[in-house]
């Protein structure tokens, strides 16, 4: 199956085609950013499917990040994929940037737990803790700080996400976590992988949002209707 992933969920632009039965990346390309995703990734779109040497017809399936993340990120990534999909007449899978977070340490030790924090602000972190065989014990949700660390703590946890450092701070110095990886974004790689191994009626291409968006409507600026 090849499998053409998209990442703007955070603080990168990414996509990548992935081969699985080659188990090879065909052609890839990530861009480091915390905005402009959406002047970056139609171009990007079309130098990674370049390198590939194939067109959409071949590709087999689109996956891309759902969140939680920006939610600005989200919309474009989800967007494109959605119109690449219909365009080619391709299915097109969601996948949670946690997941793909916590997908190379279960893979390389699915004995130890995994916890993966994202910056939610505000003193908050979206959080997913996944223990023994990548059984997910805490769902994804957004937490405070210090009600992360209470929850994912326990065995030798490893720490991984773009708020990884902040939980790290917060850990009691006399338990440490096993593992501390900061990341500021999921590897691409892992989100086709994920792409590759999920059902289409199960894992929709719809934005993991976990909490409502900073920006709200005043009423002050609403018309009143007559």
């Not at 199960?202 to 018309?223: E, F, G, I």
Request: net charge neutral; glycine share 8%.
């Amino acid at each position: 199956m090849r499998i053409f992933a998209i990442d703007t969920a955070l603080e990168a632009c990414s996509a990548t085609v992935f081969d699985t039965e080659q188990e090879a990346i065909v052609a890839h390309e990530s861009m480091a950013m915390a905005r402009g995703h959406a002047e970056a990734l139609m171009p990007l779109i079309a130098r990674v499917i370049g390198k590939s040497q194939l067109t959409f017809a071949q590709i087999d399936r689109i996956a891309v990040t759902t969140g939680p993340g920006s939610f600005t990120g989200l919309r474009i990534g989800i967007s494109a994929a959605r119109g690449l999909g219909l365009a080619a007449g391709k299915p097109v899978v969601g996948l949670s940037t946690l997941a793909a977070y916590a997908a190379p340490f279960i893979a390389a030790d699915d004995t130890l737990p995994v916890a993966v924090a994202i910056d939610a602000r505000h003193g908050h972190v979206y959080l997913q803790v996944t223990a023994a065989g990548g059984r997910t014990v805490v769902t994804p949700r957004v937490v405070p700080i210090e009600e992360a660390v209470r929850l994912a703590r326990g065995g030798k946890v490893r720490l991984t996400g773009n708020a990884a450092n902040i939980l790290a701070a917060a850990w009691p110095t006399n338990d440490p976590p096993s593992l501390v990886e900061q990341c500021a974004a999921p590897d691409i790689e892992w989100v086709a992988r994920l792409g590759a191994s999920v059902t289409e009626s199960t894992s929709p291409p719809k934005p993991l949002y976990l909490r409502p968006p900073d920006a709200q409507p005043q009423n002050a600026a609403q018309l009143a209707r007559r």
